[in-house]
């Protein structure tokens, strides 16, 4: 099963002020800028929270906190040169911004410099450097680091294949509530992989991952009964999973679902 790399994208859960759009009037009035205000602004647009979702916006904000100082700003706009949001993609670019938030002590920026390196955006794919950034930010507590680390010893990538490594690390991750870890987890309880094979466990790290919204897990379970994997076969809980992943934008899921139908038609009229 694909394991998926933990990006320090703009994705945070931040509960932010609504007093933005006073802000917006002041900044363009020329007063004293606050920087905090100008990435909760580009944190604002850039996830859409309570406007209109607006990558551009997004990128100035971002753009002029850099401007005028900020390490934090670096990395949020190295991400958008990366992703290519509100401005032309650009790894070179955001490989640069990544390094200067690098040097200033930014952990995001380490973490996203080895994705960028473990992916091979913009640079020759390395796994060697991509654990060797990952390790210095998992030493100054990244919980991101410390997944893909699990990630990378579980598959052998620039270390030591380790799976018994791995499940010690994702099981730190998963206390650290990190969702991706628990799918990894379970996989590795249910395969029966660096650690002794359980499926009940597997199912309930399966199922509390899904409650959080996470596709990957939605997925699994998706498989793990259609196929009998730990469970009992149940190709109609299968197709109620896969619909759940279909729904947050899974396309493999929507895969299994079509192999599933094919197969299984008198179902999936059922619970259309």
Same mark, same amino acid.
């Given at each position: *099963?694909?394991? @998926?790399?933990?990006?320090?994208?703009?994705?945070? *859960?931040?509960?932010?002020?609504?007093?933005?759009?006073?802000?917006?009037?002041?900044?363009?009035?020329?007063?004293?800028?606050?920087?905090?205000?100008?990435?909760?602004?580009?944190?604002?647009?850039?996830?859409?929270?309570?406007?209109?979702?607006?990558?551009?916006?997004?990128?100035?904000?971002?753009?002029?906190?850099?401007?005028?100082?900020?390490?934090?700003?670096?990395?949020?706009?190295?991400v958008m040169y990366l992703n290519g949001y509100g401005i032309e993609q650009n790894f070179l670019k955001a490989k640069e911004l990544f390094l200067e938030a690098k040097k200033e002590g930014s952990i995001k920026a380490i973490n996203n410099l080895a994705f960028m390196y473990a992916n091979g955006l913009?640079?020759?794919?390395?796994?060697?450097?991509?654990?060797?950034?990952?390790?210095?930010?998992?030493?100054?507590?990244?919980?991101?680091? @410390?997944?893909?680390?699990?990630?990378?010893?579980?598959e052998g990538?620039?270390?030591?294949?380790?799976?018994?490594?791995?499940?010690?690390?994702?099981?730190?991750?998963?206390a650290k509530k990190h969702i991706l870890a628990e799918t990894n987890l379970a @996989? *590795?309880?249910?395969?029966?992989?660096?650690?002794?094979?359980?499926?009940?466990?597997?199912?309930?790290?399966?199922?509390?991952?899904?409650?959080?919204?996470?596709v990957a897990a939605f997925n699994t379970l998706g498989y793990m009964f259609a196929v009998g994997k730990g469970v009992k076969e149940n190709k109609r809980t299968a197709y109620k999973f896969w619909k759940e992943a279909v729904k947050l934008g899974s396309k493999s899921a929507g895969k299994n679902l079509n192999f599933l139908c094919k197969d299984n038609e008198n179902i999936c009229i059922d619970l259309k």
């Amino acid at each position: *099963m694909n394991k @998926i790399f933990s990006f320090f994208a703009l994705c945070s *859960m931040v509960v932010f002020s609504n007093s933005f759009n006073a802000f917006e009037v002041i900044e363009k009035n020329n007063t004293t800028i606050d920087i905090n205000k100008l990435i909760e602004l580009g944190l604002i647009y850039k996830n859409g929270i309570g406007v209109k979702q607006d990558y551009n916006k997004s990128f100035h904000y971002f753009f002029k906190a850099v401007i005028n100082g900020s390490v934090k700003a670096k990395n949020y706009l190295g991400v958008m040169y990366l992703n290519g949001y509100g401005i032309e993609q650009n790894f070179l670019k955001a490989k640069e911004l990544f390094l200067e938030a690098k040097k200033e002590g930014s952990i995001k920026a380490i973490n996203n410099l080895a994705f960028m390196y473990a992916n091979g955006l913009g640079v020759d794919r390395n796994y060697n450097k991509s654990v060797r950034l990952y390790r210095i930010a998992s030493k100054k507590g990244s919980v991101v680091a @410390i997944y893909n680390l699990a990630l990378l010893l579980e598959e052998g990538k620039g270390i030591k294949k380790n799976e018994k490594l791995a499940v010690k690390l994702y099981k730190f991750a998963v206390a650290k509530k990190h969702i991706l870890a628990e799918t990894n987890l379970a @996989i *590795m309880y249910l395969e029966g992989r660096g650690v002794k094979k359980d499926a009940k466990k597997a199912l309930n790290l399966l199922k509390d991952s899904a409650k959080k919204g996470n596709v990957a897990a939605f997925n699994t379970l998706g498989y793990m009964f259609a196929v009998g994997k730990g469970v009992k076969e149940n190709k109609r809980t299968a197709y109620k999973f896969w619909k759940e992943a279909v729904k947050l934008g899974s396309k493999s899921a929507g895969k299994n679902l079509n192999f599933l139908c094919k197969d299984n038609e008198n179902i999936c009229i059922d619970l259309k």
